[in-house]
């Protein structure tokens, strides 16, 4: 067993100013030594994470940042990365002392609240300094639910993990579906899992396993073959399946091997609505129409794998768009959280299905794209798109 990816952990962020004790609060709340501590300003540079299971919020993961008034040339690059958290963020802990709210505050109040972040205002140190009840209801008065601790002394630590259940986003605790409310308990699915340079050697690639744990737990029936096997899968079945989901780079191949009253989509596509707003990346692959001679396209991966020869994002996309536009098309791609914050110049965000990454950081990728008049779809939709079975490919969900 593996634990729980990243991407289906609640992230919660740290956010305060150099030395308020951001680092000594997680290591107190976690009861462990996840961050560095000292009584040096700066001390946490870069953001560090610490995955743990936080009853009764369950798997979490804590996410420690620079102080957001980091000074110099070098401290511009902190703010960057920690700022770069904000899009990632379920919940945001804002540290302070007492009597120390200020414009650097402010900022990082205006940033989560607009990105619709709940947020708990941590007072440390108490044991030194306690707020006082005009700015704790003055702030909570502006939607923030603020408590005192010491991280210290460990005093009402206990109330910063309960702050966080009450705070915890509703969603979090629905049920989310990846195929499972698509198909009913006891049919069988197809899924098509081709074994190339990119797959893992002896294992699967996580959407793939996050949709078969899915069908098992909704007890369906996740059947597995290899592109070479459909037929013969399909041969010796009595009935056939209630639907089939394949890889995306094998869309082309597999739909002329299942007939067309079999439902039919990939993972990708079940990632793009897992993880995304797929109603919205349908609009973006909608604009592949009207790519032009020239235009510049921004293929953006959440993880940072190292590219094989044949890879999707770097070749077999960009030529499956430049053979449909009929016209050379630039490319510019980036991995990771090096999602670009000016997107005037692209004519289109190619997005991959984001299973490494959490949904929140999607939906803020798409917002941007969004704000910016600049379409933006996923993998899978792209390369149903170019190939003229898109509504094919969107049929188990009906076309939003």
Not at 122 to 145: H, W, Y
Request: charged share 20%; net charge negative; glycine share 6%.
């Amino acid at each position: 067993m593996q634990s729980t990816p990243k991407s289906l952990r609640l992230q919660i962020g740290f956010f305060g100013r150099r030395n308020v004790g951001k680092s000594s609060l997680i290591n107190a709340i976690t009861q462990q030594q996840v961050s560095i501590v000292s009584d040096q300003p700066g001390t946490t540079t870069d953001p560090s994470e610490k995955a743990m299971e936080l009853l009764p919020l369950g798997p979490v993961l804590f996410i420690d940042t620079a102080g957001m008034d980091d000074e110099g040339e070098l401290g511009q690059l902190r703010r960057q990365r920690s700022d770069s958290i904000l899009e990632r963020v379920d919940l945001g802990i804002l540290v302070i002392e007492a009597n120390s709210w200020g414009p650097f505050e402010e900022d990082l109040l205006e940033k989560l609240q607009k990105r619709d972040v709940p947020i708990l205002v941590v007072v440390n140190k108490i044991d030194l300094n306690a707020p006082s009840e005009d700015f704790i209801q003055k702030t909570e008065s502006r939607g923030c639910k603020v408590i005192g601790c010491s991280a210290t002394t460990n005093r009402s630590v206990a109330d910063v993990r309960v702050a966080l259940l009450n705070i915890a986003p509703a969603s979090h605790f629905e049920t989310k579906h990846l195929v499972s409310d698509l198909v009913e308990p006891g049919q069988m699915v197809l899924l098509v899992v081709p074994i190339d340079s990119q797959a893992p050697k002896g294992r699967l690639i996580l959407p793939q396993v996050m949709t078969i744990r899915d069908l098992l737990d909704n007890g369906s029936i996740p059947l597995v073959c290899q592109l070479d096997y459909i037929t013969t899968t399909l041969n010796n079945l009595q009935q056939p399946p209630a639907m089939v989901i394949t890889d995306s780079q094998a869309f082309n191949e597999v739909s002329k091997k299942i007939p067309d009253t079999i439902p039919m989509t990939s993972f990708s596509i079940l990632m793009a609505r897992h993880q995304g707003d797929l109603s919205e990346l349908i609009e973006g692959a909608d604009s592949i129409s009207k790519l032009k001679a020239g235009d510049s396209i921004l293929m953006a991966e959440a993880c940072s794998h190292h590219p094989t020869g044949e890879d999707i994002g770097r070749v077999k996309i960009p030529a499956l768009l430049s053979k449909f536009a009929d016209s050379q098309l630039n490319f510019v791609h980036t991995s990771g959280r090096d999602f670009p914050n000016d997107l005037s110049p692209y004519s289109l965000v190619v997005h991959c299905g984001n299973c490494t990454g959490n949904r929140r950081e999607m939906l803020n990728r798409i917002y941007r794209c969004k704000e910016a008049g600049v379409p933006i779809t996923n993998y899978g939709l792209t390369i149903a798109y170019s190939l003229g079975i898109f509504e094919r490919a969107l049929r188990p969900f009906g076309r939003l």
